[in-house]
Nanobody, 121 residues
């Protein structure tokens, strides 16, 4: 019913920047919170940033001041601008959204397939 497709991952050097995008599609009635999570090899998946439909944001302490989350509600798209990247930012980044869908009507939590970000040092 809902698909989240991430893009923008890749290889960058430490100190560089990268911009991730995630577009939601399907029989969507509304999207409440959208966010980004990441998982490095051998580590648990962790929250990176979230943003509500009204624009309120929340960031993990490790990325505050470096990452910026934003969204375009008209496009059902969330972005993550990553600046001053560090080697410890290397992970698979997953898009997440709390979605109300129709046909049938229901609430669900959707996840993207993940996009790999590799920061070399």
């Amino acid at each position: 019913q809902v698909q989240l497709v991430e893009s923008g991952g890749g290889l960058v050097q430490a100190g560089g920047s990268l911009r991730l995008s995630c577009a939601a599609s399907g029989s969507i009635l509304s999207i409440n919170v959208m966010g980004w999570y990441r998982q490095a090899p051998g580590k648990q998946r962790e929250l990176v940033a979230t943003i509500t439909s009204g624009g309120s944001t929340n960031y993990a302490d490790s990325v505050k001041g470096r990452f910026t989350i934003s969204r375009d509600n008209a496009k059902n798209t969330v972005y993550l601008q990553m600046n001053s990247l560090k080697s410890e930012d290397t992970a698979v980044y997953y898009c997440n959204a709390d979605v109300v869908v129709t046909n049938p009507y229901r609430y669900l939590i959707a996840w993207g397939q993940g996009t790999l970000v590799t920061v070399s040092s």
